[in-house]
């Protein structure tokens, strides 16, 4: 349904004004159900990457590419966490992130999993 594809989209540019970015953690996500729309559209443009494209049309992707989403998540996603904890470490003196890290949550549950 184009219509409630429209509204996730809307979603996630507020996200984006609010966060300043498109990457929406799974784990430790306050909004889980914008975190699995982003998800599901990856796997979509994956598979029309693949030549399937049912759940994604090039549109969307344009769309989306305007926005700055990131479709190759993890690459990404993680060496901006790497950054992201050698400032900490600058400001902190260690690598000692707590989960519920509150100026960077993500970083926290990063760290952890990274352990």
Not at 94 to 101: I, M, N, R
Request: glycine share 6%.
């Amino acid at each position: 349904n184009d219509a409630k594809w429209f509204d996730m989209f809307e979603q996630l540019k507020q996200y984006k004004e609010i966060h300043g970015h498109c990457w929406i953690p799974t784990r430790c996500s306050s909004n889980k159900h914008l975190a699995r729309w982003a998800s599901r559209q990856r796997q979509g443009y994956w598979k029309m990457k693949e030549g399937n494209p049912l759940m994604m049309t090039t549109e969307h992707v344009d769309i989306m590419n305007s926005l700055g989403f990131i479709w190759e998540l993890y690459e990404s996603s993680w060496h901006k966490m790497l950054d992201d904890l050698k400032e900490y470490k600058k400001r902190h003196g260690d690598c000692l992130v707590p989960p519920k890290y509150a100026p960077n949550p993500p970083l926290g549950c990063w760290v952890h999993a990274q352990r």
